[in-house]
């Protein structure tokens, strides 16, 4: 089975940074867009940030000019580079993407990693 795997998260002070990876693997399949949204007790889940198969990305007013999100197609791999990290920022972060598979676009979502900014 496909599996995205998700890496990176931690404890970190404020004001410090975390790089989470998420990489797909499993049988052959195309990625289109990926993404990486999170979740804090108590509260909705979050589009954080989005990057197409073409490169383009768009980013949520609460994380804009704070976090960067890329990817390395060869690696079948989407990152997200966080930093200038608020308490507020605590939360579950998990990925999905759009996998192309036999002969249909689905959805899958890896089981998160958590991140977490106290001093």
């Known amino acids: 089975q496909v599996q995205l795997v998700e890496s990176g998260g931690g404890l970190v002070q404020p004001g410090g940074s975390l790089r989470l990876s998420c990489a797909a693997s499993?049988?052959?399949?195309?990625?289109?867009?990926m993404n990486w949204y999170r979740q804090a007790p108590g509260k909705q889940r979050e589009l954080v940030a989005g990057?197409?198969?073409?490169?383009?990305?768009n980013y949520a007013d609460s994380v804009k000019g704070r976090f960067t999100i890329s990817r390395d197609n060869a690696k079948n791999t989407v990152y997200l580079q966080m930093n200038s990290l608020k308490p507020e920022d605590t939360a579950v972060y998990r990925c999905?993407?759009?996998?192309?598979?036999?002969?249909?676009?689905?959805?899958?979502w890896g089981q998160g990693t958590q991140v977490t900014v106290s001093s």
């Open positions: 999905n993407a759009e996998l192309f598979i036999g002969s249909s676009w689905r959805t899958y």
């Open positions: 990057i197409t198969s073409g490169g383009s990305t």
């Open positions: 499993g049988t052959a399949f195309i990625i289109n867009n």
